[in-house]
């Protein structure tokens, strides 16, 4: 595509879509010129795959995700369509950088899990994939957060009001979705016995398109999101009765259901809503599989043929008892044919074994949801829980961990039993966690079944994550080895040739420092902060939680801090300490930690003491669009959490793609990176999960530790004393005396070793070309952590799913 076409086209977009004429266009009508281009050439690519996708013997993967956090398209689309120069030129000495930097990004998750679901479709695209993601159109994506005294400010996510390019909305796709009420029996014309669903609401769901196109693939996946809006949006009747809020009532209530993501990460919240935007969303999709199956000539016996369904996490999970109703009441499918296809359709991802994050619902708020399903539920579990006492008879105490129903005490649905009953396989999603899933979540179901298990390492996609927000690193790379390696990650190897190599160190050294004095040019100007690009940048960004462990880091701070008071010539390397991270509203702990991290700023910061030896700062509303800056500016990736605690992580990955070395635990794909990356290029602390369990068996006493270490106890009396408060004495005791008292997550037993560790990193920084050294190893050890990688996994062993041909 030469500079000239993309010329014109802008043009042509300024004029006839966004409606100004050049001489009195914003930056942001340039924007949306830009984007309703580089939308155009997407389009030609889906229109073009269009019949191939729809061939009759075309087998498709539904990624199922509660969580999608593409990020904003416009600089991706650009790379990944490989148009960035050319529209560089086209723009002629206006600020493209300054245009791509103007989108809201579509926040339609948390935080991990719903990134990885977006760098899977990145990968699916580039490699070509016939694939579906399916999700919820929120109105209100995470909430954008702001610092306010230290604390963490909420304020409401308007990712949709400049208006949203990058969708179509697909109103002739709507399907109607039912919710609450009754069922009944009756007798069908042939007299067979049947049940219906009277619900006493229906919504309606439109899906909204986003086309996602791959790297230099010229093929593109279907990014569907559903939006409820009411059956029919205003009721006469009412209204000419003189209700006119009546009349409305019935549109709002409906709205509601993709109105707001949740913002709790790893943590239940039990409310019906939730559920009804998980069964909205699952139905809508099932659906329009069921309706393109259907469409393409084929019979619903043959629909696992034409689909594999992914679960990412339990939150699709009751897509099982939908499909069955779909088959059985609808299509009225023999239950055992529909089973057996309902079986072979799904596979499920787990990303957690945090407790308070396993979905579970009380079983008369789920009955009053979804009644049929209810039934249907009863039905598989009976019958499967059967099968399980002709194999394992007279163990009651198996039949009830395996049981879909918990009957503990209160009763609860279990979603991830659901999910394992009415799946063919079920992934961990990092070897260590693959490994716990068997041995500590689902003991019982491995017994049953241990083929079933498997493991998908995560991945993330280079493009976004190295491509696009380091474009000076990309540009050292492609110098050496050609550029290739974005579309085959592997060959980031040959860049070991050079790890050694003095000039490459050189400019190696001058991409990172460039890279972080953008950062500290951001830091200045969002926090005030003025920063040294020449100290030793030490990242932790990542969703704020206890298992986490930022006030380990914090710990560690204070320590820094406590020595140099004490020793006025103490020369340590000076470092730059950089957080950023979402709290959950409702997570008072998290938000105490934010509030102790911009406490400790304040004081070290301002303190002459310290002579600018470290630095402390909180960077507001970590999002995709920060996350790109930072990365690539990093030269330390703390990666601490619990072991055992952490599924995967895929910010470790990002982290350490960009140059930075991790110091971190023996947790989730830690272990994997520091195989690739070779040990001696790693920084390793901390207990490892069997001996974390083996502490907990035998009586935990986190107040041994404080009182055995006087330099620990004085961090903690310093917090106490109300140094960093104000003088408020109790402000933080809540943290201190959890730490002292139960300390879940062990940050006491892990104190020293990773007070120590945190020597040894200031140690080997002090030594440039080394450190540099290993800096390029990690870099070119990361081929396996690509998206790519681990789609094809999914695609191979689970999916059995074969790419589209590659144009002729
Ligand atoms: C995260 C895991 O914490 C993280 O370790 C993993 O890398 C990531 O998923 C992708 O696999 C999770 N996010 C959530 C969010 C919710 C519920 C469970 C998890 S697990 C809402």
């Known amino acids: 595509m030469s500079p000239e076409i993309l010329k ?39 229109v073009r795959q269009f019949e191939k996708r729809n061939a009759p013997d075309v087998r498709q993967v539904a990624y199922l995700s509660a969580e999608f956090l593409p990020g904003p398209h416009l600089g991706n689309s650009l790379l990944n369509l490989g148009i960035t120069d050319n529209a560089r030129k086209a723009l002629a000495g206006q600020d493209l950088d300054l245009y791509i930097g103007l989108e809201e990004e579509p926040g339609l998750g948390n935080g991990g899990l719903g990134r990885l679901a977006a760098c899977y479709l990145d990968s699916l695209a580039t490699l070509c ?8 159109r ?24 400049p208006g949203n390019i990058w969708e179509i909305k697909r109103p002739n796709f709507a399907q109607v979705v039912k919710i609450g009420g009754h069922t009944e029996t009756y007798t069908d014309e042939h007299g067979a016995f049947r049940v219906r669903w009277i619900p006493d609401r229906v919504v309606v769901g439109v899906p909204y398109d ?86 393409r000539g084929s019979t619903l016996e043959r629909f696992h043929e034409m689909f594999c369904v992914q679960l990412n996490d339990t939150h699709p999970a009751i897509a099982v008892a939908e499909l069955m109703r ?12 529909a089973w057996d296809i309902t079986r072979r359709t799904f596979s499920y991802t787990n990303h957690t074994l945090m407790p308070e994050a396993l979905e579970k619902w009380p079983l008369p708020l789920f009955g009053s949801v979804l009644p049929r399903h209810l039934e249907i539920i009863y039905e598989i579990n009976r019958r499967f829980l059967d099968e399980v006492r002709t194999r394992f008879p007279g163990d009651e105490g198996k039949i009830a961990r395996l049981s879909i129903i918990d009957e503990s005490g209160e009763k609860y649905v279990r979603m991830a039993n659901l999910a394992m009953v009415g799946s063919h396989t079920v992934n961990g999603v990092a070897a260590l966690h693959s490994e716990l899933v068997k041995t500590q979540l689902f003991p019982d179901f491995h017994d049953l079944d241990p083929k079933r298990f498997q493991n998908v390492t995560n991945g993330v996609t280079p493009r976004r994550f190295l491509g696009l927000s380091n474009p000076g690193l990309t540009r050292l790379i492609d110098g050496r080895i050609g550029d290739s390696w974005l579309s085959n990650l592997d060959r980031l190897r040959e860049l070991e040739a050079f790890a050694g190599d003095v000039g490459f160190q050189q400019d190696w050294m001058r991409v990172k420092l460039e890279n972080k004095t953008r950062l500290a040019r951001i830091i200045r100007d969002r926090t005030g902060v003025v920063v040294d690009p020449s100290s030793l940048f030490d990242i932790q960004v990542k969703r704020i939680h206890e298992y986490k462990r930022q006030h380990l880091n914090v710990l560690h701070i204070i320590t820094l801090y406590q020595r140099i008071k004490h020793d006025p010539r103490l020369q340590i390397t000076p470092r730059t300490f950089l957080f950023g991270g979402k709290a959950a509203p409702g997570y008072f702990m998290a938000k105490l930690i934010i509030k102790l991290i911009n406490s400790v700023a304040e004081t070290v910061n301002q303190d002459p003491a310290v002579r600018d030896l470290i630095k ?64 001696e290029n790693f920084f390793l602390f901390g207990l490892t999960c069997e001996q974390a369990a083996r502490l907990r068996a035998g009586g935990y006493n986190p107040g041994d530790y404080c009182h055995g270490d006087p330099e620990l106890r004085g961090v903690i009396e310093l917090i106490d004393s109300g140094l960093f408060s104000h003088g408020d004495r109790d402000l933080f005791r809540p943290i201190t005396a959890h730490l002292l008292e139960r300390d879940d997550y062990l ?37 396996k952590f690509s998206s790519d990688r681990a789609v094809r996994e999914y695609a191979d062993n689970i999916w059995k799913l074969k790419p589209f041909a590659p144009e002729a």
């Not at 892990?750 to 200031?762: A, G, K, L, M, S």
Request: hydrophobic fraction near 40%.
């Open 616 to 679: 402390v700062v909180f960077l507001p509303d970590y999002n995709v669009k920060h996350a790109q800056n930072i990365y690539p500016a990093a030269d330390l990736s703390e990666q601490i959490s619990t072991a055992g605690k952490e599924a995967s992580g895929t910010g470790n990955m990002k982290l350490s793609l960009n140059g930075a070395l991790t110091i971190g635990t023996l947790d989730g794909a830690n272990v994997e990176i520091r195989e690739e990356v070779g040990a």
């Open 210 to 295: 986003t086309p996602i196109v791959g790297y230099l693939s010229d093929s593109c996946v279907l990014l569907r999101l559903w939006s409820a809006e009411a059956a029919q949006s205003f009721d006469f009747a009412d209204f000419n009765r003189g209700d006119y809020y009546g009349a409305v009532e019935e549109k709002v209530f409906s709205e509601n259901i993709s109105k707001v993501l949740y913002p709790n990460d790893e943590q239940l919240e039990g409310k019906r809503l939730r559920l009804e935007q998980q069964y909205f969303f699952v139905a809508c999709s099932i659906k329009d599989m069921i309706r393109l199956c259907l469409r």
């Open 747 to 783: 940050l006491m037993a892990d104190y020293r070793p990773y007070v120590n560790c945190q020597q040894e990193v200031d140690h080997a920084y002090r030594d440039r070309h080394h450190w540099t050294r290993m800096s390029i190893l990690n870099v070119a050890r990361m081929g």
């Open 326 to 337: 779909q088959l059985v009441d609808k299509y009225a499918m023999p239950w055992e044919r």
């Open 129 to 136: 994939y016939p694939a579906t993601g399916y999700g919820i």
């Open 8 to 46: 014109a086209a802008f043009a042509d977009n300024l004029n006839f879509a966004v409606g100004r004429p050049a001489e009195i266009a914003t930056p942001e009508d340039w924007y949306q010129a830009i984007a309703f281009s580089v939308r155009d050439r997407i389009m030609h690519r889906w």
């Open 138 to 161: 929120y109105e209100f994506g995470i909430f954008d957060q702001s610092i306010k005294d230290g604390w963490q400010v909420e304020v409401t996510d308007k990712w949709l009001l």
